[in-house]
C-alpha cells in the first residue's frame, strides 16, 4: 500500500516502515519533517544541557543567586532578541525572495551589511544600557547591578549570532543555525562554571553572568566562521547592494511582532522579581525549564516554515501554501499534547533536581500548560502573517496579550506569587491564540487551528 508524505500508516512493514516513509521522501512536507527533527534534537540536547547547568547553578549559587541570575539573564535575552531590529526574522524573509528573483546584488549586500550593522548598533546600546544601570544602581541592589553589567557584554554576540541564525535557516542550514547557540554555548557554559567551581572560587551571579558571556561569544565566532566559508561557496562573489531603508522598513513591523512576542514570554518573571522574593523568581523559572520541552516543538516548526511561507507567497500557489500550513500546524500541535502529558507525568522528579524547595512548583506547571497547549493548537501562524505582510496585525496581537498579561500579572502575583504569573501568562496565550486564529481567517482565508480544513 502507497502512501504520500506519511499522512497514513501502511498496512504491512510495522511502525518502522511508517517512520521510514514520514520522514523519507523528496517533497517539501517530508523534508519539513526532517529539518523540523533535526531542530527538535538540536534544541532537546540543549535543553538536556541547560537543565544540567541550570540544575548546577541553583545548587552551587543558592536559590537567591539563582533567582538574580535569572533575572539577569532573562533581560538578556529579552533585549537581545530585538536589538537586532527584527532582521534575523527578515532575513527568512528577504533571502527567499532575493534568490527567487535572481537580485544577487541585494542579496549579497545583505547578507554582508545586515549582519555589521545590527553587531555595530548592538555595541553602542550595551554601552548606553551598562551606563543605564550605573545610573540607577542607588535604587538596585548591589549583587543585580554586577549581574546586569556582565550581562551587558553578552549583549553583542547574542545579537549577531541571532543574526547569522536567521541567515543560516533561510538556506536550511539548520545545524549551522543551532549547534552554535544550543549546544556549543551550553556546553562552555557548563565547563566554565564546573571550572570555577572546582578552583573553589565564589559562584555568584555576577560570575554566572560573566562565564555565559565568554560561552557566547565563542559560540558566535565560530558560528561566523563556518557561515561565511558556507556562503562563499553558495553564493558567487560580485558587487553589493546595500538597502538599508529597505531591510529596515520590511523589520522594524517585524521587530514590534518579535518584541511583544518575547515581552508576553518574559513579563511574568520580571514582575515577580519586582513583587515576591527571589527564591520564588528561581522556583518559578524552575518550572518554566521543564516544560521547554513543549515549546521547542514549536520552535523547530517555526523555525524550518518560515522562508518557506514567503517562498510559496511570491510563487502564487496558494494551494501548496494551504496544504503546507496545516501540516505545519498539525505536526506542532500533537506532538505538543504528548509532551506535554509526559512532563506534567514526570514534573515532580524533575523539579526535585533543582533541589528539594523547587517541587513546591510542581502544581504552577498545570497552569502553565494550558497556554502552551493553547499555542500550539495554531502552530506557526505567526510566522505565516510575518511572511505575508500581515505583520502590523500580528504585532497589534502580541501587544494587546502582553498588556493583558502585565496587567494581570501586576493584579495577581503580589497576592498568589508564581500561580498568579502562570495563571496570567496562561490566560494570554489563549487570547492571542483566539486573537491570531480569528485574524487569519479573516484576512487571509485559511482556517487554522489543528482540527481543521486549512481553507476556509
Avoid at 552554535?180 to 572546582?198: C, H, M
Amino acid at each position: 500500500m502507497a502512501i504520500t508524505d506519511g499522512e497514513q500508516a501502511p498496512e504491512r512493514g510495522g511502525v518502522l516502515a511508517w517512520v521510514r516513509s514520514l520522514l523519507g521522501g523528496s517533497s517539501d512536507a517530508s523534508l519539513t519533517k526532517r529539518l523540523a527533527g533535526t531542530i527538535f534534537i538540536i534544541r532537546v540536547v540543549s535543553a538536556a544541557l541547560a537543565y544540567v547547568s541550570q540544575v548546577l547553578l541553583a545548587r552551587w549559587m543558592g536559590s537567591s543567586e539563582y533567582g538574580i541570575y535569572v533575572y539577569a539573564w532573562t533581560w538578556v535575552l529579552l533585549l537581545g532578541s530585538m536589538m537586532d531590529f527584527g532582521i534575523a526574522v527578515t532575513a527568512q524573509k528577504l533571502i527567499p525572495e532575493y534568490r527567487g528573483r535572481n537580485q544577487l546584488n541585494l542579496l549579497r549586500g545583505f547578507l554582508f551589511g545586515s549582519r555589521w550593522m545590527t553587531f555595530g548598533v548592538s555595541i553602542v546600546t550595551a554601552c548606553l544600557l551598562a551606563g543605564l544601570v550605573s545610573l540607577l544602581s542607588p535604587w538596585i541592589e548591589k549583587d543585580t547591578v554586577a549581574a546586569l553589567h556582565a550581562g551587558c557584554t553578552i549583549l553583542p554576540a547574542l545579537v549577531l549570532a541571532n543574526t547569522q541564525d536567521g541567515i543560516a535557516r533561510s538556506y536550511d542550514w539548520m545545524r549551522l543555525a543551532l549547534t552554535p547557540q544550543f549546544v556549543v554555548r551550553q556546553s562552555l557554559i557548563i565547563g566554565f562554571t564546573a571550572g570555577v567551581a572546582a578552583m573553589g572560587a565564589k559562584l555568584d551571579a555576577m560570575m554566572a553572568m560573566a562565564v555565559s558571556s565568554a560561552a557566547v561569544w565563542i559560540a558566535m565566532i565560530a558560528q561566523m566562521i563556518f557561515l561565511n566559508r558556507r556562503l562563499a561557496v553558495e553564493v558567487t562573489p560580485g558587487p553589493r547592494h546595500y538597502n538599508y531603508s529597505g531591510w529596515l522598513a520590511t523589520s522594524l513591523p517585524i521587530l514590534l511582532v518579535e518584541g511583544f512576542y518575547l515581552l508576553l514570554s518574559y513579563v511574568d518573571i520580571l514582575v515577580l522579581q519586582a513583587f515576591r522574593p527571589s527564591e520564588e523568581v528561581g522556583i518559578y523559572h524552575a518550572v518554566v525549564k521543564t516544560l521547554a520541552l513543549v515549546s521547542f516543538i514549536h520552535y523547530a516548526m517555526s523555525a524550518v516554515t518560515a522562508h518557506r511561507f514567503s517562498e510559496y507567497h511570491v510563487a502564487g500557489d496558494r494551494e501548496r501554501l494551504s496544504d503546507y500550513l496545516m501540516h505545519a500546524i498539525k505536526w506542532t500541535f500533537w506532538p505538543s499534547l504528548a509532551a506535554t502529558a509526559l512532563l506534567l507525568l514526570l514534573g515532580k522528579p524533575l523539579l526535585w533536581l533543582f533541589g528539594t524547595q523547587f517541587t513546591s512548583g510542581y502544581g504552577v506547571m498545570f497552569v502553565a500548560a494550558i497556554g502552551l497547549i493553547a499555542r500550539s493548537a495554531i502552530g506557526p501562524v505567526e510566522k505565516l502573517l510575518n511572511m505575508l505582510g500581515q505583520q502590523n496585525v500580528c504585532a497589534l496581537v502580541y501587544a494587546l496579550a502582553f498588556a493583558m498579561n502585565l496587567v494581570l500579572c501586576l493584579l495577581l502575583v503580589p497576592r498568589y506569587g508564581v500561580y498568579g504569573a502562570a495563571a496570567s501568562t496562561s490566560l494570554a496565550l489563549v487570547f492571542e491564540t483566539v486573537l491570531l486564529c480569528w485574524i487569519t481567517r479573516r484576512r487571509l482565508g485559511f482556517h487554522v487551528l489543528a482540527f481543521g480544513k486549512g481553507k476556509a
